[in-house]
């Protein structure tokens, strides 16, 4: 069972920048779909950002083109870049992944085998 476990998470200012890691318990290679989702307060889960084990990547309408998503598989590691961040960017961060053939984006939090435990990101104005 991979373990995946998220750090970064903190404050920042709106308009700033924020880089989120996801470091997997076990080497994780392109086979693997890697992800985040995260969760507002008072809202449900919903996926930011997706990168596929085919090397290609889906975001949200809300942050695309201000976050990044990227992996570095020597380092069993995920990476979320997020530009100019926005106060409704505030929320816990949660890094998924599974292995399976089935579609990276467009799934459902509970879909994903392998879930963070999350890491909270607060944006102020």
């Known amino acids: 069972q991979v373990q995946l476990e998220e750090s970064g998470g903190g404050s920042a200012q709106a308009g700033g920048f924020a880089r989120l890691a996801c470091v997997a318990s076990?080497?994780?290679?392109?086979?693997?779909?890697m992800g985040w989702f995260r969760q507002a307060p008072g809202k449900g889960r919903e996926e930011v950002a997706m990168?596929?084990?085919?090397?290609?990547?889906n975001y949200a309408n809300s942050v695309k083109g201000r976050f990044d998503v990227s992996r570095d598989n020597p380092k069993n590691s995920l990476y979320l870049d997020m530009n100019r961040l926005k106060a409704e960017d505030t929320a816990m961060y949660y890094c998924?992944?599974?292995?399976?053939?089935?579609?990276?984006?467009?799934?459902?939090?509970?879909?994903?085998?392998?879930r963070g435990r999350g890491t909270q990101v607060t944006v102020s104005s």
């Open positions: 990168i596929t084990k085919y090397g290609s990547s």
């Open positions: 998924v992944g599974d292995i399976s053939n089935i579609p990276c984006s467009g799934r459902s939090w509970e879909s994903f085998p392998y």
């Open positions: 076990e080497p994780i290679d392109n086979n693997y779909c």
